[in-house]
T-cell receptor, first 115, second 112 residues
Framework: DSGVTQTPKHLITATGQRVTLRCSPR?????VYWYQQSLDQGLQFLIH???????AKGNILERFSAQQFPDLHSELNLSSLELGDSALYFC??????????????FGNGTRLTVT | QQQVKQSPQSLIVQKGGISIINCAYE??????FPWYQQFPGKGPALLIA?????SEKKEGRFTISFNKSAKQFSLHIMDSQPGDSATYFC???????????FGGGTRVLVKP
């Protein structure tokens, strides 16, 4: 068990809808990362938050947004959903933002299916 | 732009054999190279990691070999066991932060 908790485990929704994925990092970890895993794109970095502030953005669509709250949990909001958004969404946490070699610990993901 | 290329995409090995997975990177600013293991229905889990000042690192049956001049690194799984059947990802990050760039993954199947 990595200590990173993601909810829900599964989510089925229709095109055009909006969903929120939630992540609770490991105790003591200040950084939260979101990744998307699809069959054809592999693991793609979406966004990184450190202690409530956005630190880096990757291949995140404008329809997607995220935030990290004062209690350090994070939410990833996906709106105007399309079929191609169906994927596994992983959250990872680490101790710091720029500490070399601080390992990322991944949760078990949220499987999103858009119908 | 795929900055970390991983091969092969899949691998079948007999129990007791050696599994070898290779990765190549382009960005010379990468300074940390971990390998992750992922089982179905689970998130990736850190297996072993190396920095470019070391050419080899061994942890149990898992060994990373690193060639800085060739910008390549590889994972060797010695005495492969059926329980090692999983998808393996190499990754890389820059010294300034922990954002990981992942390779495409290798699905390893160890036959008993």
């Amino acid at each position: 068990d990595s200590g990173v908790t993601q909810t829900p485990k599964h989510l089925i929704t229709a095109t055009g809808q909006r969903v929120t994925l939630r992540c609770s990092p490991r105790s003591g970890d200040l950084s939260v990362y979101w990744y998307q895993q699809s069959l054809d794109q592999g693991l793609q970095f979406l966004i990184h938050y450190y202690n409530g502030e956005e630190r880096a953005k990757g291949n995140i669509l404008e329809r997607f947004s995220a935030q990290q709250f004062p209690d350090l949990h994070s939410e990833l909001n996906l709106s105007s959903l399309e079929l191609g958004d169906s994927a596994l969404y992983f959250c990872a946490s680490s101790v710091g933002a720029s500490r070399l070699g601080s390992p990322l610990h991944f949760g078990n993901g949220t499987r999103l299916t858009v119908t | 732009q795929q900055q970390v290329k991983q091969s092969p995409q899949s691998l079948i090995v007999q129990k007791g054999g050696i599994s070898i997975i290779n990765c190549a990177y382009e960005n010379t600013a990468f300074d940390y190279f971990p390998w992750y293991q992922q089982f179905p229905g689970k998130g990736p889990a850190l297996l072993i990691a190396i920095r470019p000042d070391v050419s080899e690192k061994k942890e149990g049956r898992f060994t990373i070999s690193f060639n800085k001049s060739a910008k390549q690194f590889s994972l060797h799984i010695m005495d492969s066991q059926p329980g090692d059947s999983a998808t393996y990802f190499c990754a890389a990050s820059k010294a300034a932060g922990n954002k990981l760039t992942f390779g495409g993954g290798t699905r390893v199947l160890v036959k008993p």
